[in-house]
């Protein structure tokens, strides 16, 4: 087999251990780039060509990642994950663990941890990597990557929610959410949500977003209600899609341009958390970019005119 051949063959694993580093599509995407450089550059061949790329793009995407905690650090508003719409690294008998780690909600109890932390638990939790490959990847004794394992489990446990949806219950519930949503039925949308359901947005600063949190079912279930009728009779359409292994939709202007994706967290049989990823920045791997700022003055005309 040629380097070539390898390294596609192990393409959408590095690819899912660097996204998971770091939340984002295009610094993934960049770290697998820069992975394939050194490993092309190498002229000896490894003895464990995945071990090799494995390492490589982990120690890629820690220095990455420390540098963009600093970015995160000043970010305007609320900060997503880049969207990701479908995991190419499968795993049959992972699959439950694999589409857990990739969810919102997870990515950004990731964001807690420090890097090695961070990475440590990406490597044994997700793809199940043994204490020898950890500790190659990460440059630290197994007998650290232990305990750095033990650090971030607590991390991730106390943030996690104690009770958690099975998929057919999550695709169900979004199935009559989006249907409320089409009719801007509010009533059905208060229905489905928790009692202190959120609505948040990331923009960044770049696009329109809310100055803060929608919080409670019935200011939740108001706000879409309202919003959404006004974006349909502006041509604004939508396709449920999964986003970031959980139930959402992608939303487009007339000209089929990416206005915005949206994700579900569903907890306990209700709609928990619905976050919006509007900032251009963070939409571009999924086609051509509406412009948010024209959508949302038509919105506001739409508005003035239906008062």
């Known amino acids: 087999m040629s380097k070539v051949e390898e390294f596609e063959e192990l393409r959408p694993l590095l690819f899912s251990i660097a996204y998971r580093i770091l939340g984002s599509v295009s610094e993934a995407e960049d770290a697998v780039q820069e992975t394939w450089l050194r490993f092309d550059g190498s ?21 990455v990642l420390r540098s963009a905690r600093v970015r995160r650090e000043e970010y ?3 900060w997503f994950p880049e969207p990701l719409l479908s995991d190419p690294y499968e795993d049959p008998a992972r699959a439950a663990e694999l589409a857990d780690s990739v969810s919102m909600a997870a990515l950004l109890l990731l964001e807690r941890l420090s890097p090695l932390e961070r990475s440590v638990f990406v490597l044994r939790e997700v793809f199940a990597f043994g204490f020898d490959e950890i500790a190659a990847a990460v440059g630290r004794s197994e007998a650290a990557c232990r305990q750095l394992l033990v650090r971030a489990r607590r991390h991730m446990e106390a943030g996690r929610p104690r009770f958690e949806a ?28 928790a009692a202190d359901a959120q609505l948040v947005g990331d923009g960044g600063g770049k696009a329109p977003q809310l100055a803060k949190a929608v919080i409670g079912a019935e200011n939740v279930a108001r706000v879409l209600g309202t919003v959404f009728p006004l974006m349909i009779r502006i041509d604004v359409t939508f396709e449920p899609h999964e986003v970031n292994g959980q139930s959402g939709a992608i939303f487009r202007d007339r000209d089929g341009k990416v206005l915005h994706t949206l ?41 003035r005119q239906s008062n």
């Open 166 to 193: 099975d998929r057919q219950e999550r695709q169900e519930l979004a199935t009559r959410f989006f249907d409320a949503l089409k009719d801007g039925d509010v009533g059905g949308l208060r229905n489905l949500l």
């Open 263 to 303: 994700a579900l967290d569903v907890l306990d049989g209700r709609i928990q958390t619905i976050r919006t990823v509007i900032n251009p920045d963070k939409l571009g791997h999924l086609g051509p970019v509406a412009d948010a700022w024209a959508i949302d003055r038509e919105v506001k005309q739409a508005r």
């Open 76 to 78: 305007v508003g609320p």
């Open 43 to 63: 002229t000896t061949r490894p003895t464990s060509t995945k071990a090799f790329l494995s390492t490589t793009v982990t120690r890629i995407s820690i220095d």
